[in-house]
């Protein structure tokens, strides 16, 4: 039997925040400032989770 990894309580979190970050980017109030804010936080999250 293979050993995995723990998927954990912060994994989820951060998974969370990542996809509510990108709804938020597709929403037609938000401005370009705001935009700019959100891919930067959006690009640290995947940096964290060594998604990039």
Do not use: D, G
Request: one cysteine or more.
């Amino acid at each position: 039997m293979s050993h995995r990894n723990k998927y954990t309580c912060n994994e989820y979190r951060q998974e969370m925040i990542l996809l509510s970050l990108r709804l938020r980017l597709n929403k037609p109030e938000v401005t370009e400032a705001e935009k700019e804010v959100i891919l930067n936080e959006i690009s640290k999250i995947e940096t964290t989770m060594k998604m990039n």
